[in-house]
T-cell receptor, first 110, second 115 residues
Framework: GQSLEQPSEVTAVEGAIVQINCTYQ??????LSWYQQHDGGAPTFLSY????GLEETGRFSSFLSRSDSYGYLLLQELQMKDSASYFC???????????FGKGTRLHILP | DSGVTQTPKHLITATGQRVTLRCSPR?????VYWYQQSLDQGLQFLIQ???????AKGNILERFSAQQFPDLHSELNLSSLELGDSALYFC??????????????FGPGTRLTVT
């Protein structure tokens, strides 16, 4: 079956750069999405990679390599408000099921 | 504010009972998705409706059912509730029918507690 693997926690310093990886076991999917969720809040959409390569949106970038079954979210110039959980997600192109990774909790130190 | 509304915000009920969660999508969005989020299971996709029709099904229990009405609001019905059904239930909407999951907008969630 499909599965997405992410580190459970990552710690970084304010102002630094952090990369959150997502590796997947899946035969086919439309693209890789990233969502952010603050404690007590709802997930919010960050980015989507339909094709291999890098997508940049402000301080956030996302990368996908289908040949390596791998993607990542890159957060630059970290701010305390970036402390949250980050989820990668795909939709299986055979049955349209949506699969989320278990999430990476990002801790930011001052 | 995502534009997606969910009611109620909190729900406390007993085992064996039945509850209905309601979701109104963003204006213009035809797809509605339901998710369950618990501490140990993360975000689990339950079901998607597009313009009133069931579009995709995740690991939704037989005790759970959903529908989307002509005005595009959706309801998730949970019956014969068990302690393990206690979780946060999110609804999300998007304009598209397939692909992605690209740019879904999540509601604030309904926290269900089964005692």
């Amino acid at each position: 079956g499909q599965s997405l693997e992410q580190p459970s926690e990552v710690t970084a310093v304010e102002g630094a750069i952090v990369q959150i990886n997502c590796t997947y076991q899946t035969s086919g999917f439309y693209g890789l999405s990233w969502y952010q969720q603050h404690d007590g809040g709802a997930p919010t959409f960050l980015s989507y990679n339909a094709l291999d390569g890098l997508e940049e949106t402000g301080r956030f970038s996302s990368f996908l390599s289908r040949s390596d079954s791998y993607g990542y979210l890159l957060l630059q110039e970290l701010q305390m408000k970036d402390s949250a959980s980050y989820f990668c997600a795909v939709r299986d192109d055979r049955d349209d099921k949506i699969i989320f990774g278990k999430g990476t909790r990002l801790h930011i130190l001052p | 504010d995502s534009g997606v509304t969910q009611t109620p915000k909190h729900l406390i009920t007993a085992t064996g009972q039945r509850v209905t969660l309601r979701c109104s999508p963003r204006s213009g969005d035809l797809s509605v998705y339901w998710y369950q989020q618990s501490l140990d299971q993360g975000l689990q996709f339950l079901i998607q409706y597009y313009n009133g029709e069931e579009r995709a099904k995740g690991n939704i229990l037989e005790r759970f059912s959903a529908q989307q009405f002509p005005d595009l609001h959706s309801e998730l019905n949970l019956s014969s509730l068990e302690l393990g059904d206690s979780a946060l239930y999110f609804c999300a909407s998007s304009p598209e029918v397939a692909g992605g999951p690209n740019e879904q907008y999540f509601g604030p969630g309904t926290r269900l507690t089964v005692t």
